[in-house]
């Protein structure tokens, strides 16, 4: 009963450890958006930190992944597009 009821304090402890810590950090981030700061890294950092832990965090973190990964595409796309106008005239 004594290794359960440990286990059950480390497994809760270690969950607010990464909630306190991850949330920290998004907090930070978010207040890079208004201040100076690397807000765009720093608050998918906090999201893959509370991701450990909770699973909202994960999905919102996939989400903004594959955001990221369709802007960045889209870009290239169009840099190539107006790369192969230029090379034609």
């Known amino acids: ?5 440990a286990h059950l304090t480390y497994k809760a402890a270690r969950r607010v450890v990464v909630t306190v810590v991850g949330a920290t950090v ?14 765009f890294v720093v608050i998918p950092l906090g999201l893959a930190i509370l991701s450990i832990e909770w699973a909202w965090a994960k999905r919102l973190l996939r989400k903004a992944r594959e955001e990221i990964s369709r802007r960045n595409s889209n870009s290239r ?11 034609e005239v």
């Open 26 to 39: 998004l907090l930070l981030g978010f207040v890079m958006i208004i201040t100076p700061g690397p807000a």
């Open 77 to 87: 796309a169009e840099r190539a597009e107006t790369h192969r106008e230029k090379a």
């Open 1 to 5: 009963m004594i290794k359960r009821f």
